[in-house]
């Protein structure tokens, strides 16, 4: 069963569909939108039982899709070549779930409901298409599909200042995909497949990942002179880093966050962002290892600002949405400061972190939507009290809002725990993070329950009041309950039982790892 | 006792809490009243259940693991670690948190959300006994975060009032800041060694200075030790009964506990930290004691000087009087705390909730012997298991650590441990005067509080005594499972009687003194210092706030708008210079100029084109 080219392609058909329906019939938009996402699920739950993670790159799909003869210089090729392991089958089966889960949210979005289903099913094509493509122009038109949809989806059904935010995201993006698109071509004029003539190329990411099928003489051949490749790395990470995001390439993210509705927040965070570390744990660190050596402290110490910085953006948040919005700034900085460390705890570290801000990061927006649902106001001072009308929201608030901080129990704290282990024993292994990152990147624990704890004791304890309005507030419908708990369940699952998602993760981390190690690119001390 | 039912017994005294707080969680409002019952019952079954084990297995040592998390060539076991130390503390934690349960039932009767108040005493005796029994210290951090986020919400239990939201958050932010550290240490002691399974480190493996520090820090943080003690008193916020366990029994003694486990593995350096912190927080604390007029701050304070004498002991390596020590006073000040929340409880219910009584204030009080003749009695007993007094089990601990700190030869370390046996009784003497044998000092009509909250301070009591064995020897019930042979000079003996029974002169003939309002200075400086520690880093936030929007965003605007001047002015340029020289130029030109234009502005509709048509005159040109 060609199980991928289903996940991507069920929505598209979904989406062509919903084309065809009239406009009038506004509730049958949602109700298809569901069922595609279902299927999808089901789908997933099929794949999985096909998938063995000892295999690595399985479940492989590969034609032909572009092949343009250009005479004399040469044969344009590019192929559909969609493919899982253990780095891209975790990051599918959260797609999954949260582009049902973003869907659900969905219900309440009234204001021309056809173009915003269309679109998320155009999104959730694109997002699942990018963690699965293996040939880089089709993961960069994947990447590109991902951006316009979301644009609209900010731009049309946003908040007040919808159109700055949209813009300012999609200029953002767009630079970064420049970025890409540059060094895509790069590569693609440097790599050659292992067996074939002179003057054919290819797009084929795992022929750039193996340094023996650069071009000897080409622009970023591995044996050369090497500078061309340190910035080529340089671009790509930079072109990944802005989705990411890491500081200072992250303004675009606040402001995105604070005028997306609740589900597309939703998808941005848990997903969205995912696709920068994805994109650097796929592409920028194989192709370019000789590149990550050399830059390895900068990219930790990117991930330790980023950590340090977007707390303390948080801290001083006065809008609850922008507040988690800066969190992810901080959590995602923790991503790249395990990639850095290039360990296999390090590395298996960013991956599990990604896997739970997903989940965690999914719930903080959707908790920020139920208030903002009720009374329109997300300004954390305006608020005080709200456990007393709201008992099972704030159960939940509670547990995203320390499940997020690194409760043990929690998916976050795993993802941390290992991230730190192979950031602290880089020092000592391969000596490409310097032992203080990681010991200042520790503050931004400390931050993260500062912030969290500081909001609560301002929202939710204390004498029940609202400053701006006189209305009674209702707790959870079963909409939203059938929203956090899963995601809480899930968050709770993995904090517990890690080997449930490390037995996906491991032999992609070690393979990564074995690479590295092959080059003898790791000892250098 | 058969392995295998040694595992199952450990593990049903882990689920049987479990088990208690769900239920708690999930019973509907209407039967509320279930829930203390149930919760009681079950935890007295699992405080029964615990008894064969400890009982039967003597000294054997066992673990049972299962691998938890595996990466690379690193894996975490999660496992229970069964040895007379882990046995013993299990079945103290469990008992206290039985009585504290048994007590709740009159405590909360009148109040709401049981649910949440059970709920969280069930999960975190559940946390307690998970970090007492783990074999691996990842593990054990585990358990050691989750006690504290329960402390958390259990200090927060009375959410409505500002100042029970603000201990909580101070308490749990001050332990995070210890905690943090305690994960580096223990990361560092995992790169240096490997491994962090307690049975292997524990024979023959050495932590680095550094590490040992690190998870000293924690233990500071956690054990309300000088200089991160000052969230204790605030603490007392929460309900009592929740003090009682929490902030004197169990949780605050994890520190001790993970220390009795791993002081083998530290350095010399790390142990002479380890006492010097003790000394300065035992010193310290039984001044704050002294200082304070709230009876459960009172109490607070003493738990620290506890601690810190604990503390002491374990640097200087007398482990297993230390743990002793720890056993013993988990039950002393359990009786203590429960008996001040027997006498916060009768005096809520005479005085009808009045504002302006302070129920607390030990001024207030007086003259409860009568009044209260059974929480008088528990509270007594437990007072002079404090104070040391022979026949007491805090006597026979507090001898062993007497012997160890005499062997040192050092002469403060020894006057400041005789300090400390002389302002014990002295500050306890004096909270008993005040509250039950001075004269009352008001004419309220106090009842003795009802059985379910008389006993668990009589059991406590019961448990703070000590008893004759065979070979007529006094041991308690901590140093006869431990099997400690107690040998104590003679001297040290009778000198230990001798200052604590002038101590006990003193304080009676200073018992009519009155007390006044006195600030202790070293808790207002360090409240005062991490008020101006939150200033700055609000400070710094605020800072890195304006800096993203007017430096980061500003960049962004400023190239923006460049762009857009940019986008006009070759708008310009083509109309006025080049328009009408080479016409086919400037069309080309005002495309690009509106290309650029339009993306600017938003108008993105053509960039998908745009971004392939690059892409195409890319590869033909890197192809030419």
Do not use: E
């Given at each position: 069963m060609p199980y991928l080219s289903l996940l991507i392609f069920v929505p598209v058909l979904a989406a062509l569909i919903a084309l065809v329906i009239p406009t009038r019939y506004t509730r049958a938009f949602p109700w298809l939108t569901l069922a595609a996402t279902v299927l999808q699920l089901f789908i997933f739950i099929a794949m999985a039982t096909h998938f063995n993670p000892a295999d690595g790159l399985q479940l492989s799909e590969k034609k032909s899709w572009i092949s343009v003869s250009l005479s004399n210089w040469g044969h344009l090729q590019a192929d559909y070549f969609v493919a899982v392991d253990g780095l891209s089958f975790p990051l599918v089966g959260l797609s999954v779930v949260i582009m049902l889960i973003a869907t659900i949210s969905s219900w309440s979005v009234s204001k021309s409901r056809k173009g915003y289903f269309i679109l998320l099913l155009i999104l959730n094509a694109a997002i699942i298409g990018s963690f699965c493509a293996l040939d880089f122009l089709l993961f960069y038109v994947f990447f590109e599909f991902m951006l316009l949809p979301m644009f609209f989806l900010i731009g049309i059904?946003?908040?007040?200042?919808r159109e700055y935010a949209s813009i300012k995201f999609f200029l953002y993006t767009l630079l970064g995909s420049i970025f890409i698109l540059i060094v895509m071509v790069g590569l693609y004029l440097s790599v050659q497949p292992p067996e074939s003539s002179n003057q054919v190329h290819t797009f084929n990411v795992l022929h750039m990942q193996n340094q023996e099928n650069f071009i000897p003489g080409s622009v970023l051949d591995a044996t050369g002179s090497g500078t061309w490749r340190l910035w080529a790395f340089a671009i790509l990470f930079i072109g990944f880093a802005i989705k990411l995001p890491a500081v200072p390439f992250h303004t675009w993210l606040p402001d995105a966050h604070v005028e997306a509705p609740t589900a597309i927040s939703v998808i941005l965070a848990a997903l969205l962002l995912k696709i920068g570390g994805y994109g650097i744990l796929r592409f920028v660190y194989p192709v370019f290892p000789d590149g990550a050596v050399y830059f390895s402290d900068w990219v930790a110490g990117i991930g330790v600002v980023s950590i340090i910085y977007g707390a303390l953006n948080a801290l001083a948040s006065k809008d609850l949405k922008r507040l988690i919005a800066y969190s992810s700034v901080s959590h995602m900085g923790f991503v790249l400061l395990g990639i850095a460390s290039a360990t296999t705890e390090g590395i298996a570290g960013a991956v599990y972190q990604m896997v739970s801000h997903g989940i965690i990061s999914a719930m903080l927006f959707l908790i920020a939507g139920v208030l903002y649902d009720r009374t329109n106001d997300r300004l954390i001072e305006n608020y005080s009290g709200l456990a007393l009308p709201m008992k099972h929201y704030t159960a939940f608030v509670l547990i995203a809002f320390f499940a997020s901080l690194g409760l043990p129990g929690f998916s976050g704290f795993i993802g941390e725990v290992l991230i730190f282990f192979g950031a602290f024993q880089s020092h000592t292994l391969n000596n490409l993070v310097p032992f203080w990152m990681p010991l200042v990147a520790t503050l931004g624990l400390l931050l993260g329950a500062g912030y969290y704890l500081w909001t609560i004791q301002r929202m939710f304890f204390g004498p029940f009041a609202i400053k701006t309005m006189h209305t009674e507030l209702n707790d959870l419908t079963p909409r939203e309950y059938s929203m956090l708990l899963p995601l809480a369940i899930l968050a709770f699952l993995f904090g517990i039982l890690p080997q449930l998602l490390l037995n996906y993760i491991n032999p992609f981390a070690e393979n990564f790892i074995g690479l590295w190690f092959s080059l003898g690119l790791n000892a250098n001390p | 006792m058969s392995e295998s039912n040694t595992l199952y017994l450990l593990i049903a005294t882990l689920l049987i809490p479990v088990a208690s707080a769900g239920i708690a969680f999930v019973v509907k409002e209407k039967y509320g009243w279930l829930i203390p019952v149930v919760s009681s019952l079950l935890l007295l079954s699992a405080a029964v259940i615990i008894l064969f084990p400890l009982l039967a297995d003597g000294q054997q040592t066992e673990t049972y693991a299962t691998t938890w998390l595996s990466i690379g060539t690193t894996s975490v076991q999660v496992g229970i670690l069964s040895s007379p130390v882990t046995r013993l503390m299990a079945a103290v934690v469990l008992v206290v948190s039985t009585m504290v349960h048994i007590f709740s039932i009159g405590y909360v009767v009148h109040e709401k959300n049981t649910d949440r108040y059970f709920g969280f005493l069930g999960v975190f005796t559940f946390a307690m006994l998970g970090l007492v029994y783990s074999s691996n210290l990842l593990v054990t951090f585990c358990f050691w975060e989750l006690v504290g986020f329960c402390s958390y919400r259990l200090i927060a239990h009375k959410q409505y009032k500002p100042a029970a939201s603000r201990a909580a958050t101070k308490a749990f932010l001050i332990t995070k800041a210890g905690d943090v550290a305690f994960l580096i240490g223990l990361l560092l002691l995992w790169i240096q060694t490997g491994t962090l399974e307690l049975p292997t480190l524990t024979t023959g493996a050495t932590a680095s200075t550094l590490a040992g520090i690190c998870i000293f820090i924690g233990v500071v943080g956690k054990s309300a030790q000088f200089p991160l003690f000052n969230w204790l008193p605030d603490a007392m916020q929460g309900p009592t009964p929740v003090s009682a366990l929490i902030h004197a029994a169990t949780m605050v003694a994890a520190g001790i506990f993970v220390l009795v486990q791993l002081a083998p593995v530290f350095t010399p350096e790390t142990l002479w930290l380890i006492t010097g912190v003790g000394v300065t927080s035992a010193l310290m604390a039984a001044v704050g004691a002294w200082l304070a007029t709230d009876i459960k701050k009172i109490l607070a304070y003493s738990t620290i000087s506890q601690l810190g004498f604990m503390l002491m002991a374990l640097g200087l390596g007398e482990i297993s009087g230390a743990f002793a020590h720890l056993l013993h006073h988990a039950f002393f000040k359990a009786g203590l705390f429960l008996s001040a929340g027997a006498i916060i409880h009768s005096l809520h219910q005479a005085t009808h909730h009045q504002p302006d009584f302070d129920v607390q204030d030990i001024r207030n009080l007086g003259g409860l012997r009568k009044q209260m003749p059974l929480t008088f009695a528990g509270f007594a007993v437990c007072a002079a298991a404090l104070a040391g007094i022979p026949a007491t089990t805090g006597y026979l601990s507090k001898e062993m650590i007497l012997t160890t700190v005499h062997q040192q030869n050092l002469w403060w370390l020894e006057f400041a441990v005789w300090v400390i046996v002389f302002a014990t009784p002295l500050y306890i003497f004096r909270l008993l005067w005040f509250t039950f044998l001075k004269p009352a000092a008001h004419t309220l009509h106090i009842q003795e509080a009802p059985w379910v909250m008389r006993i668990p301070v009589l059991v406590l009591a019961a448990g703070s005594v000590t008893f004759l064995v065979y070979k007529g020897q006094l041991q308690s019930f901590a140093t006869q499972m431990l099997q400690l042979q107690i040998s104590v000079p003679a001297w040290i003996m009778v000198g230990s009687v001798v200052v604590t029974s002038m101590a006990l002169l003193v304080g009676w003939l200073r018992r009519n003194a009155r007390i006044r309002q006195r600030e202790f200075i070293i808790q207002n400086f360090l409240d005062e210092w991490n008020a101006q520690l939150i200033l700055l880093t609000t400070f710094v936030a605020r800072l890195a706030n304006v800096f993203d929007r007017k430096w980061i965003d500003g960049s962004i605007h400023a190239l923006a708008y460049s762009k857009v001047a940019l986008a006009h002015m070759v708008g310009w340029a083509d109309k006025n210079i080049v328009d009408g020289t080479v016409s086919g130029i400037t069309h080309i030109t005002r495309g690009l100029g509106g290309v650029a234009r339009s993306v600017v502005n938003g108008k993105i509709q053509s960039y998908l084109l745009w971004a392939i048509a690059g892409l195409l005159i890319f590869i033909i040109w890197m192809l030419y």
């Open positions: 059904w946003g908040g007040p200042k | -």
